[in-house]
């Protein structure tokens, strides 16, 4: 129909400009993340690519990708160079994803996020009913099944 082709194009124009102002937006933060001047300080033409990623990116403290993103876009490095060096930075996280351990214990962090002895608090109100075992749960941000769980790692029942 003709509504929908305006409609396509409405929405062609506005995907258009909203990119425009991504770019714009993108811009303005690696300026402010990586000035360009400092970055051309900074940089150092004899030593590796990888040498002045890992130091600049202790100094504007971001990731190497970044620096290594600015510099592309200042011309310091070639396309092909950031997309070997980014590609080696993807499978990096890959492994670093797949060979990932644990995310902690919970009964761990409790009793660290709420302070030990608000924990330990709480959960004695509990077992000695001056409070009931819902409301402990809710002091402590958790459910009521994991209220026992946590005393007994923490050696309080």
Same mark, same amino acid.
């Given at each position: 129909?003709?509504?929908?082709?305006?409609?396509?194009?409405?929405?062609?124009?506005?995907?258009?400009?909203?990119?425009?102002?991504?770019?714009?937006?993108?811009?303005?933060?690696?300026?402010?993340?990586?000035?360009?001047?400092?970055?051309?300080?900074?940089?150092?033409?004899?030593?590796?690519?990888?040498?002045?990623?890992?130091?600049?990116?202790?100094?504007?403290?971001?990731?190497?990708?970044?620096?290594?993103?600015?510099?592309?876009?200042?011309?310091?490095?070639?396309?092909?160079?950031?997309?070997?060096?980014?590609?080696?930075? +993807?499978? $990096?996280? &890959?492994?670093? /994803?797949?060979?990932?351990?644990?995310?902690? #214990?919970? =009964? *761990?962090? +409790?009793? $660290?996020? &709420?302070?030990? /002895?608000?924990?330990?608090?709480?959960?004695? #109100?509990? =077992? *000695?009913?001056?409070?009931?075992?819902?409301?402990?749960?809710?002091?402590?941000?958790?459910?009521?099944?994991?209220?026992?769980?946590?005393?007994?790692?923490?050696?309080?029942?």
């Amino acid at each position: 129909s003709r509504y929908g082709a305006g409609c396509s194009s409405a929405r062609w124009a506005t995907s258009f400009e909203v990119n425009k102002i991504e770019k714009k937006c993108n811009s303005i933060a690696a300026e402010v993340l990586v000035p360009e001047d400092l970055l051309r300080e900074k940089w150092d033409k004899d030593q590796s690519l990888s040498f002045n990623f890992d130091t600049l990116c202790r100094l504007f403290r971001v990731s190497t990708v970044v620096v290594a993103r600015r510099a592309l876009d200042l011309g310091f490095i070639r396309a092909d160079n950031f997309r070997e060096y980014y590609q080696e930075q +993807v499978e $990096i996280w &890959n492994r670093q /994803r797949t060979e990932k351990k644990s995310g902690g #214990s919970f =009964y *761990s962090t +409790v009793p $660290i996020a &709420n302070g030990k /002895r608000f924990t330990e608090t709480v959960l004695h #109100s509990v =077992y *000695s009913q001056r409070i009931l075992m819902r409301d402990g749960a809710r002091l402590l941000g958790t459910s009521t099944g994991n209220l026992e769980k946590l005393a007994n790692r923490m050696g309080l029942v």
